[in-house]
Protein backbone atom coordinates (compact mmCIF):
# COMPACT_ATOMS: atom_id res chain seq x y z
CA UNK A 1 0.00 0.00 0.00
CA UNK A 2 1.54 3.35 -0.64
CA UNK A 3 0.75 4.57 3.06
CA UNK A 4 3.39 6.87 3.37
CA UNK A 5 4.49 10.14 1.59
CA UNK A 6 7.21 13.00 1.91
CA UNK A 7 10.91 13.78 1.08
CA UNK A 8 11.56 15.74 4.42
CA UNK A 9 8.14 15.43 6.33
CA UNK A 10 7.78 12.28 6.16
CA UNK A 11 4.35 10.62 6.91
CA UNK A 12 2.78 7.47 7.57
CA UNK A 13 -0.85 6.72 8.26
CA UNK A 14 -2.40 3.38 9.56
CA UNK A 15 -5.53 1.47 10.53
CA UNK A 16 -8.74 1.13 9.26
CA UNK A 17 -12.08 1.87 10.01
CA UNK A 18 -13.60 -0.34 12.13
CA UNK A 19 -10.06 -1.72 13.63
CA UNK A 20 -8.61 -1.18 17.15
CA UNK A 21 -7.42 2.54 15.96
CA UNK A 22 -5.79 4.93 13.63
CA UNK A 23 -2.85 6.61 13.79
CA UNK A 24 0.25 8.30 11.80
CA UNK A 25 3.91 8.34 12.25
CA UNK A 26 5.92 11.64 11.58
CA UNK A 27 9.75 11.54 10.47
CA UNK A 28 11.88 14.06 9.35
CA UNK A 29 11.13 16.47 12.19
CA UNK A 30 13.63 18.96 13.68
CA UNK A 31 14.15 18.40 17.13
CA UNK A 32 13.21 21.60 19.64
CA UNK A 33 9.75 22.75 18.49
CA UNK A 34 7.12 23.88 20.77
CA UNK A 35 4.09 21.23 19.79
CA UNK A 36 0.90 22.89 21.68
CA UNK A 37 -1.53 19.64 21.86
CA UNK A 38 -4.60 21.40 23.01
CA UNK A 39 -4.61 22.91 19.02
CA UNK A 40 -3.66 19.85 17.82
CA UNK A 41 -6.39 18.43 19.19
CA UNK A 42 -8.40 21.52 18.09
CA UNK A 43 -7.90 20.35 14.44
CA UNK A 44 -9.49 16.83 14.99
CA UNK A 45 -12.42 18.37 16.58
CA UNK A 46 -12.53 20.28 13.68
CA UNK A 47 -12.84 17.08 11.31
CA UNK A 48 -14.85 15.25 13.63
CA UNK A 49 -18.05 18.17 13.51
CA UNK A 50 -19.50 16.38 16.49
CA UNK A 51 -23.34 18.07 16.89
CA UNK A 52 -23.43 18.70 13.10
CA UNK A 53 -26.64 17.30 12.22
CA UNK A 54 -25.50 17.78 8.47
CA UNK A 55 -22.57 14.49 9.75
CA UNK A 56 -22.56 10.80 10.02
CA UNK A 57 -24.38 9.94 13.22
CA UNK A 58 -21.33 7.97 13.94
CA UNK A 59 -19.47 10.07 16.80
CA UNK A 60 -15.74 9.28 17.92
CA UNK A 61 -14.07 10.72 20.29
CA UNK A 62 -10.77 11.43 18.57
CA UNK A 63 -8.60 12.40 21.44
CA UNK A 64 -4.93 11.92 20.24
CA UNK A 65 -2.10 9.78 22.01
CA UNK A 66 1.28 10.73 21.21
CA UNK A 67 3.09 7.96 21.84
CA UNK A 68 6.69 8.90 20.63
CA UNK A 69 8.64 12.05 19.32
CA UNK A 70 7.52 14.46 22.09
CA UNK A 71 8.78 15.31 25.35
CA UNK A 72 8.22 18.12 27.61
CA UNK A 73 6.03 19.65 25.09
CA UNK A 74 8.76 19.61 22.11
CA UNK A 75 9.67 17.76 19.69
CA UNK A 76 12.43 15.17 20.43
CA UNK A 77 13.75 14.90 16.85
CA UNK A 78 12.72 10.83 17.02
CA UNK A 79 9.92 9.65 14.89
CA UNK A 80 6.15 11.28 16.34
CA UNK A 81 3.81 8.75 16.68
CA UNK A 82 0.26 9.43 17.14
CA UNK A 83 -2.72 6.71 17.94
CA UNK A 84 -6.48 7.31 17.85
CA UNK A 85 -8.88 4.67 19.15
CA UNK A 86 -11.74 3.53 17.39
CA UNK A 87 -14.47 3.46 20.05
CA UNK A 88 -18.28 3.87 18.17
CA UNK A 89 -17.84 1.00 15.60
CA UNK A 90 -20.66 -1.06 14.37
CA UNK A 91 -19.24 -3.82 12.55
CA UNK A 92 -22.52 -5.75 12.01
CA UNK A 93 -23.72 -3.07 9.65
CA UNK A 94 -21.08 -4.18 6.85
CA UNK A 95 -21.22 -8.23 7.75
CA UNK A 96 -24.16 -9.12 5.89
CA UNK A 97 -23.21 -7.04 2.96
CA UNK A 98 -19.86 -8.33 2.69
CA UNK A 99 -20.10 -9.98 -0.44
CA UNK A 100 -22.45 -7.21 -1.99
CA UNK A 101 -20.08 -4.12 -4.02
CA UNK A 102 -20.91 -0.91 -2.86
CA UNK A 103 -21.44 1.21 -6.05
CA UNK A 104 -19.10 4.17 -5.90
CA UNK A 105 -16.85 2.99 -3.03
CA UNK A 106 -13.37 0.72 -3.46
CA UNK A 107 -14.60 -2.31 -2.62
CA UNK A 108 -14.63 -4.17 -5.91
CA UNK A 109 -11.40 -2.46 -6.89
CA UNK A 110 -9.90 -2.72 -3.55
CA UNK A 111 -10.63 -7.12 -3.14
CA UNK A 112 -9.11 -7.35 -7.20
CA UNK A 113 -6.38 -5.19 -5.34
CA UNK A 114 -5.94 -7.70 -2.22
CA UNK A 115 -7.22 -11.23 -3.17
CA UNK A 116 -10.22 -10.40 -0.88
CA UNK A 117 -7.73 -10.13 2.07
CA UNK A 118 -8.43 -6.90 2.71
CA UNK A 119 -10.72 -5.38 5.57
CA UNK A 120 -13.92 -4.23 4.54
CA UNK A 121 -15.79 -3.29 7.39
CA UNK A 122 -16.66 0.39 6.51
CA UNK A 123 -14.29 0.30 3.92
CA UNK A 124 -11.28 -0.65 6.05
CA UNK A 125 -8.32 1.34 5.04
CA UNK A 126 -9.76 2.75 2.00
CA UNK A 127 -12.11 5.10 4.21
CA UNK A 128 -13.10 8.58 5.30
CA UNK A 129 -12.12 7.68 8.69
CA UNK A 130 -8.64 8.08 7.85
CA UNK A 131 -8.58 11.57 7.47
CA UNK A 132 -8.35 11.97 11.11
CA UNK A 133 -4.61 10.96 11.46
CA UNK A 134 -3.94 13.07 8.02
CA UNK A 135 -5.46 16.03 10.01
CA UNK A 136 -3.08 14.83 12.92
CA UNK A 137 -0.28 15.05 10.82
CA UNK A 138 -0.94 18.48 9.17
CA UNK A 139 -1.87 19.85 12.55
CA UNK A 140 1.99 19.07 13.58
CA UNK A 141 2.96 20.57 10.28
CA UNK A 142 0.83 23.59 11.72
CA UNK A 143 2.71 23.81 14.21
CA UNK A 144 6.04 23.35 12.60
CA UNK A 145 5.09 26.21 10.44
CA UNK A 146 4.13 28.44 12.80
CA UNK A 147 7.44 28.44 14.67
CA UNK A 148 9.74 28.51 11.90
CA UNK A 149 7.38 30.15 9.14
CA UNK A 150 4.87 32.61 11.09
CA UNK A 151 4.28 34.45 7.98
CA UNK A 152 2.26 31.67 6.30
CA UNK A 153 -1.29 31.07 7.09
CA UNK A 154 -3.78 28.33 5.29
CA UNK A 155 -7.27 28.63 4.87
CA UNK A 156 -9.72 27.09 3.34
CA UNK A 157 -13.95 27.89 2.00
CA UNK A 158 -16.57 26.60 0.78
CA UNK A 159 -17.23 27.11 -3.14
CA UNK A 160 -19.83 25.38 -4.08
CA UNK A 161 -22.51 22.63 -2.15
CA UNK A 162 -24.71 20.95 -4.99
CA UNK A 163 -25.85 24.23 -7.27
CA UNK A 164 -25.45 26.36 -4.65
CA UNK A 165 -22.43 28.36 -5.61
CA UNK A 166 -20.60 30.94 -3.78
CA UNK A 167 -18.22 33.93 -5.97
CA UNK A 168 -14.96 33.67 -7.50
CA UNK A 169 -12.68 36.25 -5.56
CA UNK A 170 -11.25 38.03 -8.08
CA UNK A 171 -8.73 40.59 -5.92
CA UNK A 172 -6.45 38.11 -4.25
CA UNK A 173 -5.59 40.13 -1.40
CA UNK A 174 -8.85 39.52 0.24
CA UNK A 175 -6.71 35.97 1.19
CA UNK A 176 -5.07 37.46 3.46
CA UNK A 177 -8.12 38.34 5.54
CA UNK A 178 -9.96 35.28 4.91
CA UNK A 179 -6.22 33.31 6.26
CA UNK A 180 -7.55 35.22 9.98
CA UNK A 181 -11.34 33.48 9.98
CA UNK A 182 -14.55 33.25 9.02
CA UNK A 183 -17.79 34.57 9.70
CA UNK A 184 -18.63 31.10 10.82
CA UNK A 185 -15.42 28.75 10.99
CA UNK A 186 -17.67 25.48 11.26
CA UNK A 187 -18.98 27.01 7.53
CA UNK A 188 -16.37 29.01 6.34
CA UNK A 189 -17.73 31.00 3.25
CA UNK A 190 -16.95 34.38 1.29
CA UNK A 191 -20.76 35.14 1.29
CA UNK A 192 -22.13 33.77 4.71
CA UNK A 193 -25.60 34.30 3.78
CA UNK A 194 -25.12 31.35 1.58
CA UNK A 195 -25.15 29.22 4.27
CA UNK A 196 -28.65 28.54 4.62
CA UNK A 197 -29.32 27.77 0.99
CA UNK A 198 -26.25 25.30 1.14
CA UNK A 199 -27.81 23.49 3.71
CA UNK A 200 -31.34 23.16 2.68
CA UNK A 201 -29.49 21.87 -0.39
CA UNK A 202 -27.51 18.96 2.33
CA UNK A 203 -31.23 18.25 4.04
CA UNK A 204 -33.31 18.03 1.11
CA UNK A 205 -31.00 15.06 -0.42
CA UNK A 206 -31.10 13.81 3.12
CA UNK A 207 -34.78 13.29 3.07
CA UNK A 208 -34.42 11.76 -0.22
CA UNK A 209 -31.95 8.90 0.81
CA UNK A 210 -29.68 10.39 -1.61
CA UNK A 211 -26.52 12.99 -1.14
CA UNK A 212 -24.60 15.73 -2.89
CA UNK A 213 -20.90 16.54 -3.90
CA UNK A 214 -19.41 20.22 -3.39
CA UNK A 215 -16.09 21.91 -4.01
CA UNK A 216 -14.04 23.71 -1.58
CA UNK A 217 -10.88 26.24 -2.08
CA UNK A 218 -7.78 25.65 -0.22
CA UNK A 219 -5.43 28.98 0.32
CA UNK A 220 -1.87 29.83 1.37
CA UNK A 221 -0.74 33.38 1.89
CA UNK A 222 2.70 34.80 2.60
CA UNK A 223 4.62 32.07 0.56
CA UNK A 224 7.89 33.90 -0.66
CA UNK A 225 8.92 33.79 -4.08
CA UNK A 226 10.95 31.17 -5.03
CA UNK A 227 9.70 27.88 -3.49
CA UNK A 228 8.86 24.54 -5.13
CA UNK A 229 10.79 23.29 -8.66
CA UNK A 230 9.68 22.01 -12.15
CA UNK A 231 8.27 19.07 -13.25
CA UNK A 232 7.75 16.18 -10.35
CA UNK A 233 8.39 18.61 -7.74
CA UNK A 234 6.52 21.34 -8.45
CA UNK A 235 4.47 22.97 -5.46
CA UNK A 236 1.45 21.66 -7.85
CA UNK A 237 2.26 17.94 -8.79
CA UNK A 238 3.27 17.42 -5.18
CA UNK A 239 0.35 18.99 -3.58
CA UNK A 240 -1.88 17.98 -5.82
CA UNK A 241 -0.55 13.69 -4.87
CA UNK A 242 -1.69 15.15 -1.36
CA UNK A 243 -5.29 16.32 -2.17
CA UNK A 244 -6.12 13.54 -4.28
CA UNK A 245 -5.19 11.10 -1.09
CA UNK A 246 -8.46 12.80 0.34
CA UNK A 247 -10.93 10.09 0.02
CA UNK A 248 -13.92 11.48 -2.41
CA UNK A 249 -11.44 14.33 -3.79
CA UNK A 250 -12.11 13.74 -8.14
CA UNK A 251 -10.39 17.17 -8.79
CA UNK A 252 -7.97 19.41 -8.29
CA UNK A 253 -7.53 22.84 -10.40
CA UNK A 254 -4.89 26.18 -9.32
CA UNK A 255 -5.95 29.34 -9.91
CA UNK A 256 -8.83 29.77 -12.81
CA UNK A 257 -7.98 26.28 -13.46
CA UNK A 258 -10.92 25.07 -16.01
CA UNK A 259 -12.00 28.40 -16.62
CA UNK A 260 -8.20 29.40 -18.58
CA UNK A 261 -9.01 27.05 -21.26
CA UNK A 262 -11.98 29.36 -22.13
CA UNK A 263 -9.75 32.72 -22.40
CA UNK A 264 -7.17 34.04 -24.42
CA UNK A 265 -3.49 34.44 -22.94
CA UNK A 266 -4.06 38.11 -22.67
CA UNK A 267 -6.83 37.94 -20.83
CA UNK A 268 -5.09 35.20 -18.34
CA UNK A 269 -1.84 36.08 -18.10
CA UNK A 270 -0.92 37.95 -14.86
CA UNK A 271 0.49 41.20 -15.36
CA UNK A 272 3.74 42.23 -13.34
CA UNK A 273 4.42 45.26 -11.11
CA UNK A 274 5.94 47.25 -8.77
CA UNK A 275 3.76 48.42 -5.46
CA UNK A 276 5.14 50.16 -2.74
CA UNK A 277 8.80 48.32 -3.74
CA UNK A 278 7.67 44.91 -3.58
CA UNK A 279 6.80 42.46 -6.73
CA UNK A 280 3.17 41.58 -7.44
CA UNK A 281 0.45 41.02 -10.17
CA UNK A 282 -2.43 42.67 -10.54
CA UNK A 283 -4.44 39.25 -11.17
CA UNK A 284 -3.63 35.96 -10.07
CA UNK A 285 -4.97 33.71 -12.72
CA UNK A 286 -2.18 30.92 -12.03
CA UNK A 287 -3.19 30.97 -8.85
CA UNK A 288 0.57 31.99 -6.96
CA UNK A 289 2.25 28.91 -8.75
CA UNK A 290 4.44 29.64 -12.15
CA UNK A 291 6.85 27.27 -13.67
CA UNK A 292 5.50 24.41 -10.72
CA UNK A 293 7.31 27.32 -8.14
CA UNK A 294 5.62 29.75 -5.90
CA UNK A 295 5.57 33.79 -7.21
CA UNK A 296 4.68 35.01 -4.09
CA UNK A 297 1.08 35.79 -4.86
CA UNK A 298 -1.32 33.91 -2.68
CA UNK A 299 -1.66 30.23 -3.74
CA UNK A 300 -4.94 29.56 -4.21
CA UNK A 301 -6.42 25.61 -5.47
CA UNK A 302 -9.85 24.31 -5.70
CA UNK A 303 -10.88 20.58 -5.04
CA UNK A 304 -13.84 19.05 -6.29
CA UNK A 305 -15.71 16.07 -3.66
CA UNK A 306 -18.18 13.68 -5.08
CA UNK A 307 -21.18 13.12 -3.89
CA UNK A 308 -21.03 10.50 -0.55
CA UNK A 309 -21.47 6.75 -2.43
CA UNK A 310 -23.34 5.93 0.89
CA UNK A 311 -26.75 6.30 -0.12
CA UNK A 312 -29.70 4.82 1.04
CA UNK A 313 -31.55 4.34 -2.26
CA UNK A 314 -31.92 0.86 -3.54
CA UNK A 315 -28.89 0.61 -6.14
CA UNK A 316 -28.03 -2.14 -8.48
CA UNK A 317 -24.32 -4.25 -7.82
CA UNK A 318 -23.19 -7.32 -7.66
CA UNK A 319 -22.95 -10.59 -5.38
CA UNK A 320 -19.24 -10.82 -5.69
CA UNK A 321 -19.47 -14.78 -3.64
CA UNK A 322 -22.30 -15.83 -6.00
CA UNK A 323 -21.43 -13.91 -9.42
CA UNK A 324 -24.39 -12.53 -9.76
CA UNK A 325 -26.72 -9.21 -10.22
CA UNK A 326 -27.92 -8.07 -7.23
CA UNK A 327 -29.74 -5.04 -5.50
CA UNK A 328 -27.97 -3.11 -2.72
CA UNK A 329 -29.82 -0.49 0.07
CA UNK A 330 -27.00 0.96 2.17
CA UNK A 331 -27.78 0.96 5.59
CA UNK A 332 -24.98 2.54 8.81
CA UNK A 333 -23.87 6.48 9.59
CA UNK A 334 -22.93 8.58 6.70
CA UNK A 335 -22.04 11.60 5.93
CA UNK A 336 -25.03 13.44 3.55
CA UNK A 337 -22.19 15.75 1.99
CA UNK A 338 -18.26 15.30 2.40
CA UNK A 339 -17.55 18.91 1.93
CA UNK A 340 -19.02 20.00 5.34
CA UNK A 341 -16.24 17.83 7.09
CA UNK A 342 -13.76 18.00 4.63
CA UNK A 343 -11.93 21.67 4.87
CA UNK A 344 -10.01 21.17 7.83
CA UNK A 345 -8.46 17.73 5.80
CA UNK A 346 -7.92 19.87 2.71
CA UNK A 347 -5.60 22.36 5.15
CA UNK A 348 -4.12 19.42 7.19
CA UNK A 349 -2.48 17.88 3.72
CA UNK A 350 -1.53 21.71 2.23
CA UNK A 351 0.48 22.13 5.66
CA UNK A 352 1.80 18.72 5.22
CA UNK A 353 3.11 19.57 1.69
CA UNK A 354 4.45 22.62 3.14
CA UNK A 355 6.89 21.68 5.33
CA UNK A 356 8.03 19.06 3.39
CA UNK A 357 8.91 22.12 1.06
CA UNK A 358 10.44 24.10 3.84
CA UNK A 359 12.01 22.14 6.72
Do not use: W
Given at each position: MGSTWGNKFKVSIFGESHGH???????GLPSGITIDLERVQHELNRRAARG???????????????LSGIFNGKTTGAPLAGLICNENTRSGDYAKTKDLMRPGHADYAANARYDGFQDYRGGGHFS??????????????????RETQPEIGIGS?????????????KDWKRYETLSKGFENPAFPLYHANLEDPMKQAIIAAM??????GGIVEGFITGVKPGIGNPFFESIESRLSALLFSIPAVKGVTFGAGF????????????????E?????????????????????????????FKPTPSIGKEQQTINLAEMKDATLKIEGRHDPCIVVRAFPVVEAVTAICMADFLL
Open positions: GIGAVIDNPLATPRKEGDQIEIGRLTAPLVFAGAIAKEILRIVSIANVKDEPIEDDDSVDMAEHRGSETNDALRINGQIETLTNNNGGINGGISNGMPIVFQLA
